[in-house]
C-alpha cells in the first residue's frame, strides 16, 4: 500500500535502469511493509524549478497506511534524500518530501479497500 511518486525535471534518460527497484527496497525498508504492496513511480522530464532555478530538483510523495509521523518523518526523509542524492544527483536542499498518512479505508486494491 505504500506509494512512492517522484517528479523531477531529469531527463529520463538520467535516471538509472535500477532507480526504481532500489527505490522500492528503500520504501519497504524504511516503513517496515513488504515490498510486494510497494509501488513506485516516477516522472521525468517534467517543467519545473525550485528556488528559482531550474537545477535538477524534485518533489516526492509517500503515502502510507500508518509508519508516518513528527519523528519517523525526519528518518524518512534523510533516508530519502540520500537516495537521491545517491542515485539521481540531486542534493536535499533541493527536493521537497511530502507525507500522507492514509486510512485504511481511503486505499483501495484487488477490488476492495484495506479497511477491515
Not at 538509472?16 to 516522472?43: H, N, R
Amino acid at each position: 500500500m505504500p506509494s512512492f511518486v517522484l517528479k523531477t525535471n531529469l531527463a529520463r534518460s538520467a535516471i538509472p535502469k535500477d532507480f526504481l527497484t532500489e527505490t522500492s527496497k528503500l520504501v519497504a525498508d524504511i516503513l517496515g511493509k513488504p515490498e510486494g504492496y510497494v509501488c513506485v513511480c516516477v516522472e521525468p522530464d517534467v517543467l519545473m524549478t525550485y528556488g528559482g532555478s531550474d537545477a535538477p530538483c524534485c518533489l516526492v510523495d509517500l503515502m502510507s497506511i500508518g509508519k508516518l509521523g513528527l519523528e519517523e518523518n525526519k528518518g524518512h526523509t534523510a533516508a530519502i534524500c540520500e537516495h537521491v542524492k545517491k542515485h539521481l544527483n540531486i542534493p536535499g536542499d533541493r527536493l521537497y518530501v511530502n507525507f500522507h498518512d492514509a486510512a485504511r479505508q481511503d486505499v483501495g486494491r484487488d477490488g476492495t479497500t484495506f479497511a477491515k
